[in-house]
């Protein structure tokens, strides 16, 4: 018996050595140093630059973000109440741009691939959700940036799977978007009215829909051969209500829809590689409601709508010639209206809830996708801050308040989320558990650093 004990005690010793180090923490239960207004070093607050911040252990930037100028200068501003507005330069970007300085982040992150994850998060300032278009800076545009900026170090939230040690996650960026409240909603889902949809040989897709309100607006997509969607560019694109959409092999589209008056419309597109559309002048050409249009050939189209006065349908011919389309042999017909909403047996799109979003959300069902949203890929977190709708909540990972909010830190990191406590100026506020992100002013101050390190902060 005691030579039985004494081989099981060593050979639990060699089990040991051969497991090597105790295992990497799990991301949700680690602590890190993180800074608030991360971009206003020493201007507001003692930070100084992010370089320093990340060299001396930091690892969550906060860069405030406003669309002011977008048009003028393709990209978004740094600042807090505005461009420039307690922007610290020094040791920092020149500009106010954020393209530079999410470059200057970039840099510093492949330079030290070892580096713990780090959580870029872009505070919106202003709401992006009234940019019509990629052009005008909208979370498309948004999207691409960071892309750009981070390339394959980028961990987009369905890459984060179970729960992750920090080393699993070491040299990735966590982009994490969090201010306007309305554009993080924006983020999660679409809403609209009557959609409609169409789907070339090639998987591009082109949806339209109303947005209740007059506004017509449009997705593009890929379908891939899984049956997956990726939604590409979203963007407003005339006036009206009840829009229908025809596209060929060659991207060539053309788009029907009722003025709201009982006139009717239409508009030729071209769609590129990139999702992005090339619209053209729209042109009046009948009057009725509900149109709803097809391809019957490369550049032959079929019309169908209903008469503004009774329920009889009418049809019309059309041929794509350029940028117009020539319509004839306008007739009654006993043919129903088509069925927009479902291209063939590959696309269909409608409106319905999913948990807490509205009845209005789009939604779309593939061979393989059943109740998707339509929706911008998710390339960014999105952050749940106290006081915030259910819809921001639902399957939200990082959550956060003002560290004075100490019953919502306790209770967000002992529900398992990732917790950010901003104005973390105090001994004072440290709670048990700290917040995973207690986001100081004055993160080199004596106290922040003792906090931080009982906390077993990670680097």
Avoid: C
Avoid at 111 to 119: I, K
């Amino acid at each position: 018996m005691i030579r039985l004990s004494a081989y099981l005690t060593a050979l639990t010793a060699a089990a040991t050595l051969v497991a090597g180090p105790q295992a990497s923490p799990a991301f949700v239960d680690s602590v890190f140093l993180a800074t608030h207004n991360s971009y206003s070093g020493n201007v507001d607050g003692a930070k100084n630059s992010i370089p320093y911040q990340l060299d001396h252990g930091v690892r969550f930037v906060e860069l405030d973000v406003h669309d002011n100028d977008y048009a003028a200068n393709h990209d978004y501003s740094v600042g807090h109440s505005g461009p420039g507005d307690l922007v610290d330069h020094a040791g920092n970007p020149a500009s106010n741009l954020l393209h530079d300085w999410l470059a200057m982040i970039a840099t510093w992150s492949a330079a030290h691939p070892g580096h713990a994850p780090l959580v870029v998060m872009l505070d919106l300032k202003d709401d992006l959700t009234d940019n019509p278009d990629f052009a005008t800076g909208n979370l498309s545009a948004l999207n691409q940036e960071l892309q750009s900026a981070f390339g394959s170090s980028l961990l987009h939230p369905a890459d984060y799977v179970g729960s992750p040690s920090v080393d699993s996650l070491r040299g990735r960026v966590l982009p994490l978007l969090s201010g306007d409240a309305g554009t993080r909603t924006e983020y999660k889902r679409d809403t609209g009215y009557h959609p409609a949809v169409a789907v070339n040989a090639h998987g591009q897709i082109v949806e339209v829909h109303d947005n209740g309100s007059g506004s017509l607006w449009y997705w593009t997509g890929v379908l891939a051969a899984d049956g997956s969607v990726t939604w590409l560019r979203h963007g407003k694109f005339d006036s009206g209500v009840t829009p229908a959409v025809a596209l060929n092999d060659s991207g060539q589209l053309v788009e029907v829809h009722d003025s709201g008056l009982g006139a009717l419309w239409y508009h030729v597109g071209q769609l590129g590689s990139d999702g992005e559309i090339t619209w053209q002048a729209s042109h009046k050409y009948d009057s009725g409601v509900t149109p709803t249009v097809a391809f019957t050939g490369p550049g032959a189209l079929v019309e169908i709508h209903r008469s503004q006065s009774n329920s009889q349908n009418w049809t019309w011919s059309g041929v794509l010639s350029g940028t117009t389309v020539s319509w004839s042999a306008n007739a009654r017909t006993s043919s129903p209206l088509p069925d927009k909403a479902s291209a063939g047996h590959s696309v269909s799109v409608y409106t319905a809830a999913d948990g807490p979003t509205e009845a209005q959300t789009l939604r779309y069902t593939t061979s393989a996708v059943t109740g998707g949203r339509i929706r911008y890929q998710q390339t960014a977190f999105d952050e749940f801050q106290s006081g915030d709708s259910a819809q921001l909540q639902q399957g939200a990972l990082f959550y956060a308040a003002p560290a004075t909010n100490s019953s919502f830190v306790i209770s967000s990191r002992q529900s398992g989320h990732v917790v950010r406590g901003w104005d973390f100026d105090s001994a004072s506020l440290a709670t048990t558990p700290l917040a995973n992100y207690p986001a100081s002013n004055t993160p080199w101050a004596a106290w922040y650093q003792s906090m931080v390190a009982a906390a077993g902060a990670v680097q």
